[in-house]
């Protein structure tokens, strides 16, 4: 997917909620797992689970994208 047809897509999606349901971290690393919540057009509300990867550097938390 291009990165035009991505942001038409997700500017369709209705975003309800996030809950954060576990945070493990180490000195350098964090994983949070969360539930999104979110509809779109057509559809009731979707939860789809998430797994985060955040990288701790100076005391600033980062988010890291993996592909």
Not at 4 to 22: C, H, L, Q
Not at 43 to 60: A, F, R
């Amino acid at each position: 997917m291009t990165p035009a047809g991505f942001k038409t897509v997700a500017s369709r999606i209705n975003y309800k909620e996030v809950k954060i349901n576990e945070v493990t971290c180490d000195a350098e690393t964090c994983k949070v797992k969360l539930l999104l919540t979110y509809a779109m057009p057509k559809m009731k509300e979707i939860h789809t689970p998430l797994e985060e990867s955040w990288v701790i550097d100076k005391g600033q938390a980062w988010y890291v994208w993996l592909l």
